[in-house]
């Protein structure tokens, strides 16, 4: 039985701006589908992940899509992950029809493998620089947040920033 996971992931986009992104992993199991808006409410971005081996996949990837765009922060950065890229031989899901979702969702898109680690750090960059970091350290002032739990602040040293996702 999986359970949900916390894992951390921090990307320096320059040498004065790092972004800490605090990830919960709950592979997608229905059984969290009802807690599922207390992870993503106040989530600055989201990764949805489809295994391009797996048809229906895609599919549960596409209603979280549209879960996350009916409930969460209309300024979430949403990024669509096809995972296990280094199976090709067992793809029925070719990248091009991920893309074109992806393409007309507004989603970013990448196809990733958390085996050999390709394109992750890739993902991650990518949502970092997507994000408002600017607007993200604002809101987080603006309710007296502590920076540490969510939010990115840009006046702190960098080993400091941090961003909820």
């Known amino acids: ?15 004065n701006t790092t972004v800490k992104f605090e990830i919960w992993d709950t592979a997608g199991q229905e059984r969290y589908k009802s807690l599922a808006p207390m992870y993503y409410r106040n989530a600055n971005c989201a990764v ?16 979280w899509v549209n879960e996350l765009k009916r409930q969460a922060d209309p300024n979430i950065v949403i990024a669509l992950a096809g995972n296990k890229c280094d199976l090709s031989a067992r793809r029925v899901i070719d990248t091009e029809t991920a893309q074109n979702y992806a393409t007309d969702a507004d989603l970013l898109f990448f196809e990733t493998s958390a085996k050999t680690s390709t394109n992750v750090n890739e993902l991650f960059t990518s949502i970092a620089r997507k994000m408002p970091l600017d ?7 603006a309710r007296g947040t502590n920076l540490n739990q969510r939010g990115v602040d840009l006046n702190r040293p960098v080993a400091q920033n941090a961003c909820s996702c």
Not at 5 to 13: R, V
Not at 48 to 63: F, G, N, R, T, W
Not at 135 to 141: M, T
């Open 135 to 141: 607007q993200l350290a604002a809101n987080s002032r």
């Open 48 to 63: 949805v992940v489809y295994d391009i081996s797996q048809p229906s996949s895609l599919e549960k990837a596409k209603s």
């Open 1 to 15: 039985m999986t359970t949900e996971k916390a894992l951390s992931e921090t990307i320096a986009l320059d040498e």
